[in-house]
């Protein structure tokens, strides 16, 4: 089951780069959350210190808290404990290209030391019927390389590597911004689908993906959060006048 | 126009291709033409004869060879893979990393002669006789900066996201370095190996004070050892027609080996890779 997420205070910084600027929001549990805003606003950033992922590079620096359900991510946890409760989605697809598309699945497993095999087989399974891809590889899964399949299916395998290590929270970072139309509606459909099991947050360029697909959306400018409301509200009466201007094209 | 120039290019890029290919031919075939005659089951299976008798073969030649590689390879294989996968991920933009890389790079250049010299300064000085390990070492030191540098560049062209991926996973980064990025690699890595094993393979320079050469079977890594390219260098140099065949016919072999052990290599690690695995 999902966990809700409370962000207080959080800054980070890219070097001398001050990208994200107190960030206060409460993403709810079992919901899709989108992030919307121009290209280099900091919702990626964002996304990346829920996870720990900011820090990964070497003048990546984040301030502040963030709690996933009651675990203070940044004071009680290693990143790597971290990481295993929060999935991530990235933009391009990135499978394991040296292995099948069964070992891809189960890599958070068995890189973690889990090898009983009968349940890795359960597990694979449920995680390719999740992310809706099981019917289109279930005769190839130990003879094709996860690179061989089509960017569409790339990215639903990596959901589904994701969804193997049994997270909590689910964050995909423009998971459709590289695929085709026909790929995205599936991918939307899986978002849709998954939320009720898992909290989502999705980082998008699309503001139609994020009306189809999420109940709560925040719009983020130049490293601050503007606006956190309900999608509904957020796309018809927004509160801010720069948020009605993103939404309504006239800027980014 | 622009066909012509199309043309153009292309008959310039065909011309290139066959000037790269035909000195290989070349030397294959004359190769062939001096030594293949006096390839036979001896050549094979008998030691040197002395001075004066004809006939005898290589066969401890060959087989010193193989010891030599293999010890060279079991020093020089892993220290080189260790630095590469040391300096692409571990010690990136650090003083040591920067320090080992041109010191690598130092070390590709120096001439084998050198080697062989530091080799006998560090082992057959201190032993007091010439052997087999210490012309391993020797090799082994060639080995090194060719197999640490190729290890980083492959490491290297591994993509981010590839690693991410495993970061995002929840995966240690010493866990995701070791079964991810060196695994997405590795075809690029074992392509380093097998360049840098051809290349000591007909090194003489780096044996002559090491292991010497011997011309009776020595299985022992204490001893002087005989070896392909010496055995070639001395047979090559004497006075003796038959000498001089047996020279060319340890040439043929000793590329033919060469060839094989790169394909047997190559054939054991291509299988088990995945369809459509890039």
């Known amino acids: ?252 | 126009m622009r066909t012509l120039t199309d043309a153009l290019i292309t008959g310039l890029a065909i011309l290139a291709t066959l000037l790269v290919v035909a000195p290989l031919i070349a030397i294959f075939v004359y190769l062939i033409y001096k030594g293949a005659s006096s390839l036979n089951l001896a050549f094979f299976t008998q030691i040197p004869k002395p001075v004066g008798e004809t006939g005898g073969g290589m066969a401890n030649a060959i087989l010193g060879s193989g010891i030599l590689l293999g010890v060279a390879s079991a020093i020089g294989v892993p220290i080189g893979i260790g630095g590469g996968i040391f300096l692409a991920e571990f010690g990136r933009g650090t003083k040591l990393a920067n320090a080992v890389r041109f010191t690598a790079d130092v070390l590709n250049g120096v001439p084998s002669i050198v080697m062989g010299l530091a080799a006998y300064a560090l082992i057959v000085s201190h032993q007091k006789h010439f052997s087999a390990f210490s012309g391993g070492v020797a090799l082994a030191i060639m080995m090194i900066p060719t197999v640490c540098r190729t290890t980083e560049e492959m490491l290297l062209m591994v993509p981010h996201v590839i690693r991410e991926a495993a970061l995002g996973l929840g995966v240690p980064n010493w866990r995701s370095v070791l079964s991810i990025t060196v695994k997405t690699a590795s075809p690029g890595i074992i392509t380093g190996c097998m360049l840098a094993f051809a290349r000591v393979a007909g090194e003489t320079a780096p044996l002559i004070f090491t292991a010497l050469g011997n011309q009776f079977w020595s299985t022992s890594l204490n001893e002087p050892i005989a070896a392909l390219p010496l055995q070639i260098y001395v047979y090559a140099l004497s006075p003796y027609d038959d000498w001089h065949r047996l020279a060319w016919a340890g040439s043929l072999v000793l590329i033919i080996l060469i060839v094989l052990a790169v394909s047997l290599v190559r054939f054991v690690t291509s299988r088990g890779v995945l369809k459509g695995a890039s």
């Open chain 1, 1 to 252: 089951m999902g966990v809700g997420i409370e962000v207080i205070n959080l800054n980070a910084w890219y070097g001398t780069n001050h990208t994200l600027q107190d960030i206060n929001l409460n993403i709810p549990a079992n919901h899709a959350t989108a992030l919307i805003g121009p290209s280099g606003c900091g919702k990626s950033t964002f996304v990346r210190c829920i996870n720990r992922m900011h820090e990964t590079n070497p003048i990546g620096r984040v301030t502040g808290t963030v709690l996933i359900g009651d675990l203070d991510i940044y004071k009680d946890a290693k990143p790597v404990q971290i990481r295993r409760r929060v999935g991530m989605v990235f933009q391009r697809p990135n499978p394991f290209p040296t292995m099948s598309i069964y070992d891809n699945v189960a890599a958070g497993l068995k890189l973690n030391g889990y090898s009983n095999r009968r349940a890795l087989d359960e597990i694979v399974e449920r995680s390719l019927k999740n992310s809706a891809l099981w019917d289109e590889v279930k005769d190839d899964l130990k003879k094709k390389s996860g690179a061989s399949l089509s960017g569409g299916q790339q990215q639903r395998l990596c959901i589904a590597r994701a969804l193997a290590v049994d997270p909590e929270v689910l964050l995909m970072d423009e998971p459709a911004s590289a695929l085709d139309p026909v790929s995205t509606s599936k991918i939307e459909d899986l978002i849709f689908q998954l939320k009720s099991q898992y909290t989502i947050v999705i980082v998008t360029h699309n503001m139609q993906q994020a009306a189809r697909v999420a109940e709560k959306t925040g719009f983020f400018l130049n490293g601050r959060m503007v606006e956190f409301d309900s999608t509904h509200k957020i796309f018809t009466n927004p509160s801010d006048k720069r948020t009605e201007d993103y939404i309504t094209g006239r800027f980014g």
